[in-house]
């Protein structure tokens, strides 16, 4: 319920946006969120309201339902959550609208000359509250009116079953409709209702105001014939035991306005209607430099993004739908430099000048401004990359966010609203920078990710790549642009990036395919005599991959370097293949892309990567020789990256420590063999475990 929140302040943010970059005219447009009073506990529900009035969203509506109760107990047996919530609210500057009492006590309130019943109200604590609604009128007379013969007079002409009925404002249809009207004419802040309810109301003894009420799944004659009589539903009581339905006659007026609100809202069976028109995919130009490498010139993996983002938002037909994302981490990623062309988003525009205005680089912010820069929060840069990537089915309006973070603070960190993303049926780029567990350098515990493409496999519709060099990502980034935005796919891309700087290569010809379903050559041995063995690295591990291919020459060994940029899709098309062929037992099986690759080729397999080892451990049942796994299990540590890949042991001593001890275990050299290169590398039998560590 907190994700609803943050969600819904996004969502009317995002609809600002739309509407100060001429994109979309959003003026008429509501967001409504709905939500209950004991989810408000939890952190992100309440986390960003003061976002909603500061940016002055008088396009939001929270309403609240305040029945008082979790699903074990009051919300606040011994205090009361409604004034809570309202100072909450009231401090961070939104409207308040409390919805309290039923239109049933107003008399009371007119009779009331002195004030007593508001100040006895304000006394009771919600336990209270609570067990008055599960008792008969007698009770509230002696507890709550009794108190004072004042109290006692107001009702002295009440009998207990009307006091009984005294109702919740919640549940009074000229109240909520009073709340709701003032709520949509408000101008100037965010608006929240607060709604007091009862739990389970009309469930009488069956669970009203009970704390059983959330798991009540049946009612006996007793209890339905008093849900019957409470809601004047005319059915006979011969025919209560067949819990029968009921329907007005069609041409009753709550028929009819169920039917016209039906169809003015397209039809009798809720569903989504996408408006989005498809986009063209971005011209080879955008991706050129990437595709003829860097040259002698070092780049790391996160600024070629970061340059790619820059050629895509310069793009005439696509630049005007990229939404760049990101949570006060620009800097770090290289991404300060687009401030000054793109802007960052204000809806106030920048009404101070930046320490930093002298500088070609300044901070700045614009009304126009195109980068959505949200503060130290990945849960509120996420949900704008929810708003922004179901803009399609929401406004019709096609947009294309760019999400970029700490790869460690993604899935890890937001794992929830990414899935809701998901359920939601967005579309995206998710862009994990400065990734991997040994390329962050000093960064220790807290930054260093090796697990994040585990958890990106349990989300069906994200695929996710660990590629290692520019071109390969330009691959990855044009092909989701396809999917998404011309074939209309809903799925969400997830792409790791690096910040150690290497030689970028050029584009090999004929890997497209191989890049995109996770796995290619990218250099073959130099000779085939003698044993052979399968080098596969991912990321920046691909580079230790290519030394230990050239270490292993020395012991007479060849070896293949493949890079793998993804295990997640590998398994997943192997995992089709499998379902397909136990489902058409007399065609010809299917073969899984990893075994079509290596089968011609059956040599023992090292895989290194910086993630732990099972992610490539995904793919070890097809693959036509035992897999060996390398990867970073156990928590980051801080160093420099060539001591932790010697601490991690996936440097290429270890890749080619690996591949002899498989060679050996094929029977392909002798143990001797191990325990000589286990000398010449340095390789301490002794030494620590890094998993328990």
Not at 35 to 62: H, K, W
Not at 260 to 270: F, K, M, Q, T
Not at 531 to 560: C, M, T, W
Request: proline share 5%.
């Amino acid at each position: 319920m907190g994700l609803a929140s943050i969600t819904a302040i996004y969502q009317a943010r995002f609809n600002r946006f739309l509407r100060d970059r001429d994109i979309k005219d959003t003026d008429g447009a509501k967001v409504w969120c709905f939500l209950g009073d004991g989810e408000m506990d939890e952190p992100e529900s309440l986390g960003a309201i003061t976002l909603a009035s500061r940016e002055g969203l008088d396009n939001l509506v929270f309403v609240i339902n305040c029945n008082l109760q979790r699903l074990d107990g009051p919300v606040r047996g011994n205090g009361q959550i409604v004034q809570e919530l309202e100072a909450a609210f009231r401090g961070a500057g939104w409207r308040v609208i409390k919805v309290l009492w039923g239109s049933s006590w107003d008399p009371l309130f007119e009779a009331d000359g002195e004030g007593v019943l508001e100040q006895r109200m304000g006394e009771i604590v919600d336990g209270e509250w609570q067990k008055y609604s599960v008792e008969e009128g007698g009770y509230a007379r002696e507890h709550f009116f009794g108190v004072d013969p004042r109290l006692a007079s107001l009702v002295e002409h009440m009998t207990d079953e009307e006091i009984r009925k005294l109702g919740r404002g919640g549940h009074d249809p000229v109240k909520v409709h009073a709340a709701y009207d003032e709520a949509v004419n408000h101008r100037g802040s965010p608006v929240v209702i607060l709604a007091m309810t009862v739990k389970g109301y009309g469930l009488g003894e069956a669970g009203e105001g009970r704390n059983v009420s959330h798991q009540q799944k049946k009612l006996n004659f007793e209890e339905l014939k008093s849900f019957r009589d409470r809601f004047d539903i005319p059915i006979r009581d011969e025919d209560l035991n067949e819990t029968p339905f009921y329907r007005p006659a069609k041409d009753s007026p709550e028929v009819q306005y169920m039917l016209d609100r039906r169809a003015s809202l397209g039809g009798s069976v809720p569903r989504r209607v996408t408006r989005d028109r498809c986009l063209m995919p971005p011209k080879q130009s955008v991706f050129q430099e990437f595709f003829d490498g860097s040259g002698e010139r070092e780049a790391a993996t996160t600024m070629s993004f970061v340059r790619m983002l820059t050629k895509l938002l310069d793009d005439p037909d696509l630049g005007q739908y990229i939404v760049p994302i990101i949570s006060d981490e620009a800097r770090t990623f290289g991404m300060d430099a687009l401030f000054r062309k793109y802007g960052i988003y204000a809806h106030r525009g920048q009404l101070y000048e930046p320490v930093d205005s002298h500088l070609f680089l300044y901070y700045r912010e614009d009304v126009r401004g195109q980068i959505l820069e949200e503060g130290i929060t990945e849960a509120g840069s996420m949900a704008s990359f929810t708003a922004a990537g179901t803009a399609h089915a929401t406004h019709g309006v096609t947009m294309i966010p760019f999400f970029v973070f700490y790869s460690m603070f993604g899935f890890q960190r937001i794992g929830d609203s990414i899935w809701a993303a998901g359920d939601a049926r967005a579309r995206g780029f998710l862009i994990g920078a400065t990734s991997g567990r040994t390329t962050l350098a000093g960064e220790g515990l807290q930054h260093q990710d090796g697990h994040s493409h585990v958890l990106s496999s349990c989300y069906p519709n994200v695929v996710s790549y660990d590629p290692a060099y520019a071109y390969e990502i330009a691959v990855i980034v044009r092909e989701g642009i396809r999917r998404m935005y011309r074939e209309n796919e809903d799925i969400i891309y997830y792409i790791t990036v690096m910040n150690e700087p290497y030689q970028q290569p050029k584009l090999p010809e004929g890997v497209e395919e191989g890049i995109l379903k996770g796995l290619y050559k990218y250099r073959a041995a130099s000779h085939t005599d003698g044993p052979r063995v399968h080098l596969f690295g991912s990321g920046a591990i691909l580079n230790e991959s290519l030394k230990a291919q050239v270490a292993l020459e020395q012991y007479g060994i060849s070896a293949d370097v493949w890079s793998v940029t993804s295990y997640n899709q590998l398994r997943r098309d192997a995992l089709e293949c499998q379902r397909w062929n136990m489902l058409n037992p007399a065609e010809t099986p299917r073969i899984p892309y990893v075994r079509q690759q290596l089968e011609d080729e059956p040599y023992p397999i090292v895989a290194a990567s910086d993630y732990m080892k099972i992610v490539p451990e995904q793919i070890a049942r097809w693959t036509p020789k035992r897999l060996f796994a390398l990867g970073t299990d156990g928590l980051g540590r801080s160093d420099a990256r060539k001591e932790l890949r010697h601490f991690f042991e996936v440097g290429y001593r270890f890749i080619v420590h690996a591949a002899i001890y498989e060679l050996a275990r094929n029977g392909d050299v002798s143990m001797d063999l191990v325990t000589r290169v286990m000398k010449d590398l340095d390789i301490d039998p002794e030494k620590v475990y890094p998993a328990t560590v």
